[in-house]
């Protein structure tokens, strides 16, 4: 059973450019989140998703910024017009149900660089 | 704000000596979880304590919490170098529970 997987690993882009970052949860997993971590920081809760709805966004900027989860295929982090500032690491987490005292499966992560 | 603290920000020491990591938070929680995290790397459960318990084990690790202190410790016993991590507190609160919250993180470094 694959743990979750996230793609690409690395991602350069130029100030203005579109990044779109892939994350499929573990098997059976229904309930994906994405965190942002800058260096030598804490993860930053950014957006909660079951399949086709979104939870929780309360931790996504307003601007720029979108996720969806669709019925089939992986999570989709989406960031437009990306500025020096969203250079980070975006992980993504899944998990089989939400109830209390859940833990959450990681990916290793999508390191973005914007140029 | 929810966001648990952690205690040191950095900690080494070595090997075969124990690491305690502290964690505080503000807000009434439902339970609370350690993860650990290698460098460059997504992070790895440990354990979860639940706010009716005080003290969990496993292994090597052993967990305390205080709800009325809002603390939580992470003890390392008779560390070894491949523990070089971060390690990072989450909870998951009575309000709004929807998501985990996570501390900024202690970098542990063992010296072999």
């Known amino acids: 059973n694959a743990g979750v997987m996230q793609n690409p690993r690395h991602l350069v882009r130029r100030r203005g450019q579109e990044a779109r970052l892939r994350c499929s949860p573990m098997k059976g997993h229904s309930h994906v989140y994405w965190y942002r971590q800058l260096p030598e920081e804490g993860l930053k809760f950014m957006v909660y998703?079951?399949?086709?709805?979104?939870?929780?966004e309360s931790g996504m900027p307003k601007e720029r910024f979108s996720a969806e989860f669709p019925k089939e295929g992986p999570s989709i982090l989406r960031i437009q017009q990306v500025v020096r500032g969203d250079s980070a690491a975006y992980f993504c987490a899944s998990s089989p149900i939400r109830t209390l005292g859940e833990k959450l499966f990681f990916g290793s992560g999508t390191q973005l660089s914007v140029l | 704000s929810q966001q648990g603290e952690e205690d040191p920000q950095a900690l080494s020491i070595q090997e075969g000596e124990n690491a305690t990591m502290n964690c505080s938070y503000k807000?009434?929680?439902?339970?609370l979880q350690w993860y650990r995290q290698n460098s460059g790397r997504g992070l790895v459960h440990l354990i979860l304590?639940?706010?009716?318990?005080r003290e969990k084990h496993s292994g090597r690790l052993r967990v305390t919490l205080d709800t009325s202190k809002k603390s939580s410790s992470l003890l390392i016993t008779a560390s070894r170098a491949a523990d070089t991590a971060s390690y990072f507190c989450?909870?998951?609160?009575?309000?709004?529970?929807?998501?985990?919250?996570f501390g900024q993180g202690t970098r542990l470094t063992i010296n072999p």
């Open positions: 304590i639940r706010s009716n318990e």
């Open positions: 807000t009434s929680i439902n339970n």
């Open positions: 989450a909870t998951d609160a009575i309000q709004g529970a929807q998501k985990l919250v």
């Open positions: 998703l079951q399949k086709e709805n979104i939870i929780d």
